[in-house]
C-alpha cells in the first residue's frame, strides 16, 4: 500500500510539472515607484464590470495573498496610501487551420490577415473540375461548393489554388490575461502597472489566473519592459 501511494504522488507530482512547463507568457511592465517603498498600505478597488463575476473574485484572493507575501497590508480606503486596480482579459485570438492528410497550415488572426506557417497545397492529383458539382466532394473552406473552379482567383483554377485542403481542422486559441496597477492615492499618479498574458486554447481564463497572477508579480517590482 505504502509503495502505492508514493507511485501514485510521484506520478501526480510529474503531471503537475509537465502542465506547468507547457505555460508561457507575455510580460509588460512600466515602474514608476520610488527607491523606497515606506507605506504599503492599498486599498483595491474592483472593476466595475467584472467584480461579481467568480474568475474575478478568485484572481482578487490571489492577487491579495501574493501582495500580502510582498509586505503590503490592505486597510479602508481612507487610510491607504496605494490603490490597487485589477482588471482580466480574456478575448478570442487567432485561429490556427490546419490539415490533417496534408501540408496545410494557417493562421487567421482576428482582423482576417492570413498568415502561413506549414506550406500550402499546390497540386491535386485529380482535377479541380471534378471536385463540382458533387455535393460529397472535398472543398475549399474559403470557397462555396457549387462554384465552378475556372472562377478561381488563381490563374490555373482551384487545382491550384494555395488555400485547397481536404479535411481541415480549425482550432480557435484565446488571449487570457491580467492587468493590475498600482496608483498614488492623493495624486492618482501612476507607480507601477504590469500585464501578464498567455495564449491558450481554452476559452476559460479560470485554469490560468494563480499562474497569470504569479507571472505578473514574480520579480516585484521589475523593470520597465517587455519579457
Do not use: W
Not at 506547468?20 to 527607491?35: C, D, G, M, R, W
Amino acid at each position: 500500500m505504502k509503495k502505492f501511494t508514493a507511485g501514485l504522488l510521484l506520478l501526480s507530482a510529474f503531471l503537475l510539472t509537465g502542465c506547468a512547463s507547457t505555460f508561457t507568457s507575455h510580460i509588460k511592465t512600466v515602474n514608476q515607484l520610488p527607491e523606497a517603498l515606506q507605506d504599503k498600505s492599498y486599498t483595491l478597488t474592483e472593476h466595475p464590470e467584472q467584480a461579481k463575476e467568480p474568475e474575478y473574485l478568485h484572481a482578487t484572493e490571489d492577487i491579495k495573498a501574493r501582495l500580502q507575501e510582498l509586505g503590503f497590508s490592505e486597510v479602508a480606503s481612507e487610510k491607504a496610501t496605494l490603490k490597487i486596480s485589477l482588471q482580466l482579459i480574456s478575448i478570442p485570438g487567432n485561429v490556427h487551420v490546419s490539415s490533417l492528410y496534408g501540408p496545410v497550415s494557417y493562421i487567421v488572426t482576428p482582423s482576417g490577415l492570413v498568415i502561413p506557417m506549414g506550406g500550402f497545397n499546390t497540386r491535386h492529383l485529380y482535377s479541380g473540375f471534378l471536385r463540382y458539382p458533387y455535393p460529397m466532394g472535398v472543398r475549399s473552406v474559403f470557397y462555396p461548393r457549387y462554384i465552378r473552379p475556372i472562377y478561381s482567383p488563381f490563374a490555373f483554377g482551384r487545382m491550384y489554388d494555395p488555400f485547397y485542403g481536404s479535411q481541415l481542422e480549425a482550432r480557435q486559441y484565446f488571449d487570457h490575461g491580467i492587468e493590475v496597477s498600482i496608483n498614488d492615492t492623493k495624486t492618482g499618479k501612476l507607480l507601477y502597472a504590469v500585464t501578464a498574458k498567455t495564449n491558450q486554447a481554452d476559452e476559460n481564463i479560470d485554469p490560468y489566473i494563480a499562474l497569470l497572477v504569479e507571472s505578473a508579480l514574480r520579480e516585484f517590482p521589475n523593470k520597465t519592459g517587455e519579457s
